[in-house]
């Protein structure tokens, strides 16, 4: 097929890790597994948010039109909940600071394209990280310039400052956005002063992107920096701490020029009136939905603190709603491996047909928290698995 991309054979399709939907379909392809695996809050909407979002699909929403496609009343509820939970003032932040997208991914592929596309330029990615910034610029043609996180998931901010003038000393694309995730998936754990000061110094030619997903989980934000300074964006999402995965809706927060750059490139009605209603509903109830996030940072540290005492496994402090492990020398020796990755697969493996189903991603294994229910299947699949109790 000679009208395809060459480069498109290297690629492959980005699959969902299992279903998670409740239908036939879903149950007729494996038995019903506790998905600890994508990040996604356990809980769901409580039944009488659902109750008037059903209500409003019978009498406001028309399913025959297209949805509202400037999405003002999202922006201003983005608006008065970034006032409210990261302390920002309300004479720095305007609906010209906010962008909306269908999931943080479709912003992400919007600023790749705003930035690179045509070879204009690279990105820079610390590893292990999100893996959809790679994924996204893959499909896009647009060069990855990846380094390796040190031995405690810090950039290497020496060798990163280093990347980059190579590539604007040679004929490759230079640098034109760095994308952080704060706190960074699946290692989790929250960019540091040192990071953040190297971040702060980066030319201006150069987009800072923070991928904010787990803020509702860490408390810690830059915002202030997003909406003082020309070359950064925030981006969040509604699909953890609000519950809304299903919806797939996605937010920036930037200054006026990078907001409307990323506007150029939105598809048209990309936000359907579902979702929208879903969203200005989610943050209407704001405080009633985020009640969740103390039981689940208890989850965290409980589920933390007795996977730290298994022999068998090494684990990291986290700041967000999931906890990322690695097999220590005794874990690899009792599993008769020799080599991280052979011995995550079979836990990986083994956790699957218990019934649980984590992600083994970026040299480690990452445990979304669930409910009390589900990560006391977890900690007793794990010993299972690994044949020694804490």
């Not at 948010?49 to 059903?54: G, T």
């Not at 920002?88 to 943080?104: A, C, F, M, R, Y």
């Not at 953890?240 to 409307?260: D, E, M, N, Q, T």
């Not at 989850?299 to 097999?327: A, G, K, Q, T």
Request: hydrophobic share 40%.
């Amino acid at each position: 097929m000679a009208f395809l991309r060459d480069d498109l054979t290297q690629l492959a399709a980005y699959k969902s890790p299992h279903p998670t939907g409740s239908g036939s379909e879903a149950t007729l392809i494996q038995p019903v597994l506790d998905g600890l695996d994508t990040n996604e809050s356990p809980i769901d909407l409580p039944e009488d948010l659902k109750a008037e979002l059903a209500e409003a699909y019978r009498h406001q929403i028309l399913a025959n039109r297209y949805p509202n496609g400037d999405h003002q009343a999202l922006k201003q509820a983005v608006v008065s909940y970034a006032v409210q939970s990261g302390g920002i003032d309300p004479k720095t932040i305007s609906l010209e600071n906010v962008t909306l997208g269908n999931g943080s991914d479709e912003l992400i592929r919007s600023v790749l394209m705003a930035t690179c596309l045509g070879n204009y330029g690279s990105i820079l990615v610390s590893e292990p990280t999100f893996s959809m910034y790679g994924i996204l610029a893959n499909t896009l043609g647009i060069k990855v310039c990846r380094l390796q996180r040190q031995n405690d998931f810090a950039v290497d901010t020496v060798a990163a400052q280093s990347a980059i003038e190579s590539t604007e000393a040679s004929d490759a694309p230079p640098v034109r956005a760095v994308f952080m995730v704060h706190p960074n998936s699946p290692t989790g754990n929250a960019l540091t002063q040192r990071e953040l000061d190297w971040l702060t110094q980066l030319s201006t030619d150069i987009l800072v992107v923070v991928d904010e997903a787990y803020f509702e989980f860490s408390g810690h934000t830059t915002l202030a920096e997003a909406l003082s300074r020309p070359n950064w964006l925030v981006l969040r999402t509604f699909s953890k701490a609000f519950r809304l995965a299903a919806h797939r809706v996605g937010y920036g927060i930037a200054h006026p020029a990078i907001i409307s750059a990323l506007e150029k490139l939105r598809l048209p009605y990309n936000l359907p009136s579902f979702s929208q209603t879903a969203a200005l509903t989610a943050l209407a109830h704001s405080d009633r939905l985020l009640t969740q996030i103390p039981t689940l940072i208890s989850e965290r540290d409980r589920l933390s603190s007795v996977l730290s005492e298994h022999p068998y496994l090494r684990v990291w402090p986290s700041n967000s709603n999931f906890i990322y492990v690695r097999l220590s020398d005794r874990g690899l020796a009792a599993l008769t491996v020799t080599n991280q990755a052979d011995g995550l697969v079979q836990v990986f493996e083994q956790l699957r047909a218990s019934g649980t189903l984590i992600r083994h991603t970026g040299g480690g294994l990452r445990i979304s928290i669930g409910t009390a229910a589900e990560n006391e299947r977890t900690l007793t699949n794990l010993q299972q698995v690994l044949g020694s109790k804490p």
